[in-house]
Structure formats: structure tokens, C-alpha cells
């Protein structure tokens, strides 16, 4: 009976709103710094990007004509006068390897020492991670095929419409051994590690103590939005809630990491087949092995990775994403990578 009038104490209600009040505050003002942090390395990641190609400009300047100048302007005027030299896959590659390595490893720094982001856990290899890899590869390459299928079909549909739909090219133009190598380090290897440390490391790092799917849906959906294009957007951010899922039931990126090499590497292999005669029957007989197996495990396995532990929280889930979605660096950094896509459409439509 004392229990029974002690519950219906008003007190005790007060008491009860009052620890909700505040565990709801301790939560929001967690993720809004979390989802801060988050928006803020994207955004020093993208600036660096964009500093480190001014600096590769510079380099380039130097090496070709052995002298050193501070003036910007000087250094454009002679690139644009360099047509050739721009427009090779060499100079490209070769930029792009440049700025991803040197931004990654300052936001790194940034997030370890300023930040204290701790991206440990995220990055111990085990043995089961390579088979993790090859279990989830083929249900990747399957997901990816699919929807760059539809995709391709809009495509073509707004071309007859009369618009262009840009995409991306990563074609070899003028190769060579070195063309090569570069291709084979950018492309297959350093980027995909570059792309997974920032687009699933960083994100799932900060934002899954609030929520697994939290993090895995914010994690492809900027993965998907950096490719700055509409047909490898969609077709990126469908492979990366695969990739988001297996990453946070491994407790790991290495097996995306793995996965996302290979994913590359058979990606590449028609630009190296066109220059250097190898069979395509070779690549279409893989992928015909790899699609299948795909089909298979999406249909027996794709339950392994239902999220059934998300973590203890207080606010809803609309609550924990409207507060991603409204943080002020995060819509710093989704409105200039929106612009990115307003930018390619204006310029393939004019």
C-alpha cells in the first residue's frame, strides 16, 4: 500500500521529468558536439582538398621550370597555357593522390590532438575481417550493379529530355608505366583507404554512440553526396549502407576497406582492357560469378546484419537526426557540397 501511494506521489513524478529533462539535455548537447566535430573535420578535410591543389599547382610550376614564384596568378597563367600537361591522366592522378594524402593525415591530426577523437577501435585488424570482406563483396558489386542499372536508364531518359546529367571520368588519357602505377595507387589502393577512414571511420566513429543507423545512414549519405555527381551519388550511397552495416557489425572498417579496394579494382578494369587490349570477357565472366554470388547472399545472409543492439538513448530518433541535420557545420558543409552538384549540372547544361 506504501509502494502503491509512493508511486502515485507527485514528487516522485517531478523527480522522474525532472532526471528525463536533464538526461535529454546531457544526450542533445552530446551529439550536437559529436555532430560539430563531424562537420567540422568534413569541412577542413574539403578545404585542404582544395589548399593542397594550389600547392600541387605551385609544385608543378617548379618543377617544370626550375624556379620557385608566390604569385598565384603566374602559376595559372602557365598551366593554362600547358593544355597538354592538364589534361593528362598523369598530372591528374598524380594531384589527386597528392591532395588526398597530405588532407587525410592533417585531419587526422586534427581530430586526435585537437579534437581527441579516438579512431582506435575502428581500426583493429582480426584474421575474420578478410572473410568478412569476401562474404559482403559480391552482395556489394550486386547492390552497386542494380541501381547503377536505373540509373543509367534516368540518365538516358533526361538526355532524350535534353538534359546532360554529369558524371565523372576516370579514363586513361596518354599511359604509361608510371600513368599506371599512380592509377593503381589512387584509384585501387590509397583512395579507397582515404575514403573509408573519412566517410565511415570519422562518421561512424563520432556519430554511433547515438545510434548505429543513425550513424550508417549519415555515413552513406555522404559518402554518396562527395562523389558530386548524381549517378555515382545514388549508386555510391546504396553500396555504402551496406558497407555502413558491415563496418559497424564488425566494429571495423578494415573489412570496407578490403572490400572497397576490390570494388575499385574491378571498376578499373575496362580503362586498363581499352589500353592495353586485355581480354573483357575475363571481366564480364567475373562479374556474371560476382553478381550471382551477391544475389545469393543477399538473399541468405543480408539478416546477419540487422542492427539489433542499437545503444541506450533518450531522445527519439527524428530528435537525434533533425539535430545532425541542423548542426551549423553540418549545413555548412552539406550546402557546399550541394552547390558542388548545382555547379556540374549548370556547366554540362550550358
Known amino acids: 500500500m506504501q509502494f502503491y501511494n509512493d508511486m502515485n506521489n507527485s514528487n516522485f513524478y517531478n523527480q522522474y521529468d525532472y532526471d528525463l529533462f536533464a538526461a535529454r539535455k546531457r544526450e542533445k548537447r552530446a551529439l550536437w558536439i559529436n555532430a560539430s566535430k563531424l562537420g567540422a573535420l568534413l569541412l577542413i578535410y574539403s578545404m585542404l582538398n582544395n589548399l593542397m591543389i594550389s600547392l600541387y599547382y605551385y ?33 591528374i ?12 593525415l592533417i585531419t587526422i591530426l586534427i581530430a586526435c590532438l585537437l579534437m581527441k577523437v579516438n579512431f582506435s577501435q575502428m581500426l583493429k585488424p ?26 543509367s536508364f534516368f540518365t538516358v531518359y533526361m538526355g532524350e529530355m535534353g538534359i546532360t546529367v554529369p558524371q565523372s571520368d576516370m579514363s586513361l588519357s596518354k599511359p604509361g608505366a608510371l600513368v599506371v602505377i599512380v592509377q593503381i595507387l589512387y584509384v585501387i589502393i ?18 554511433k554512440p547515438f545510434g548505429k543507423w543513425l550513424a550508417v545512414f549519415f555515413s552513406a549519405l555522404i ?63 567475373i562479374m556474371i560469378v560476382f553478381m550471382l554470388a551477391g544475389v545469393y547472399v543477399i538473399f541468405t545472409r ?40 548545382v555547379r556540374s549540372f549548370y556547366y554540362a547544361n550550358i
Open 59 to 91: 609544385i608543378v610550376y617548379a618543377y617544370k621550370n626550375h624556379s620557385v614564384t608566390l604569385s598565384y596568378e603566374k602559376v595559372i597563367t602557365y598551366l593554362q597555357g600547358q593544355k597538354e600537361l592538364i589534361s593528362s591522366s598523369l598530372f
Open 93 to 104: 592522378m598524380l594531384g589527386n593522390l597528392f591532395c588526398v594524402v597530405l588532407s587525410l
Open 126 to 151: 582480426e584474421k575474420k575481417h578478410v572473410k568478412q570482406a569476401a562474404v559482403w563483396f559480391p552482395a556489394c558489386m550486386a547492390i552497386n550493379s542494380a541501381v547503377s542499372v536505373v540509373v
Open 190 to 207: 590509397i583512395g579507397p583507404i582515404v575514403e573509408e577512414f573519412i566517410y565511415r571511420g570519422i562518421i561512424l566513429t563520432l556519430l
Open 223 to 285: 559518402f554518396g553526396l562527395m562523389h558530386g555527381n548524381i549517378p555515382q551519388a545514388v549508386s555510391a550511397f546504396a553500396g555504402a549502407i551496406v558497407f555502413g552495416l558491415v563496418a559497424v557489425k564488425c566494429n571495423s572498417i578494415i573489412p570496407t576497406i578490403i572490400i572497397h579496394i576490390a570494388n575499385n579494382f574491378f571498376a578499373s578494369y575496362p580503362d586498363f582492357s581499352k589500353v592495353y587490349n586485355l581480354p573483357m570477357w575475363i571481366y564480364y565472366g
Open 302 to 341: 543480408i539478416r546477419e546484419l540487422k542492427i539489433t543492439d542499437e545503444p541506450p538513448c533518450v531522445l527519439t530518433s527524428g530528435q537525434r537526426y533533425r539535430i545532425v541535420f541542423t548542426n551549423v557545420f553540418m549545413l555548412i558543409y552539406f550546402a557546399l557540397i550541394l552547390l558542388t552538384f
